[in-house]
């Protein structure tokens, strides 16, 4: 168990939907990032917050958008809703800025149908 | 930019039998490097890092890596494969600097089998 939190486990919607996916960090961690995981694009990288700030993004969608609150959960929303965005998303949490040493989240499993 | 091959798709080997996965990368600085494993259904676990030093790197699990800067490889060993081994195994590098962020960037995975 790394400590990372996510919810729901698995999430099936319909296309043109809208979803929210949760994570909590490690207790103590500053940074979370979001990666997706799919068959046909592997593990990429998402978008990074830390302390509650952007940090760095990666292959996300304008459909897509992410936030870190002040009690350090982040939260990625995922609107209009393809097929193709069916995929694992992970969440995982460093302890500082500068560490690229991340412990992942179990995983959502998002199903678009 | 940064990338990550990972040459073999599928290895299959028989318990007990040594095993070497294969990470190639691609990255102007001084590379982090990092495996980690994927069981069925399971996130992922950090086995281990290469950070500076020691180009030999030991990990959980009975598993240790060799940074070679001049291949510009970082190989995933074990001496012995349990049964318990299979998994999905994935070799990363670290990319961005300072407040650039600290991403990852994947390679496209190695699937293990283990025979009885």
């Known amino acids: 168990d790394s400590g990372v939190t996510q919810t729901p486990k698995h999430l099936i919607t319909a296309t043109g939907q809208r979803v929210t996916l949760r994570c909590s960090p490690r207790s103590g961690d500053l940074s979370v990032y979001w990666y997706q995981q799919s068959l046909d694009q592997g593990l990429q990288f998402l978008i990074q917050?830390?302390?509650?700030?952007?940090?760095a993004k990666g292959n996300i969608l304008e459909r897509f958008s992410a936030q870190q609150f002040p009690d350090l959960h982040s939260e990625l929303n995922l609107s209009s809703l393809e097929l193709g965005d069916s995929a694992l998303y992970f969440c995982?949490?460093?302890?500082?800025?500068?560490?690229?040493?991340?412990?992942f989240g179990p995983g959502t499993r998002l199903t678009v149908t | 930019a940064q990338s990550v091959t990972q040459p073999d798709i599928h290895i299959t080997v028989s318990e007990g039998a040594s095993l070497e996965l294969r990470c190639n990368y691609s990255y102007g600085a001084t590379p982090y490097l990092f495996w980690y494993v994927q069981s069925p259904g399971q996130g992922l676990q950090l086995l281990l890092k290469y950070f500076s030093g020691d180009t030999l790197v030991q990990g959980i699990k009975g598993f240790e890596a060799e940074f070679k800067r001049s291949q510009s490889s970082f190989n995933l060993r074990k001496p012995s494969v349990h049964w318990s081994d299979a998994a999905e195994y994935f070799c990363a590098v670290g990319a961005g600097r300072g407040n650039a962020g600290n991403m990852l960037t994947f390679g496209g995975g190695t699937r293990l089998m283990v025979k009885p």
């Open positions: 995982a949490s460093s302890s500082r800025q500068g560490t690229y040493e991340q412990y």
């Open positions: 917050y830390y302390n509650g700030e952007e940090r």
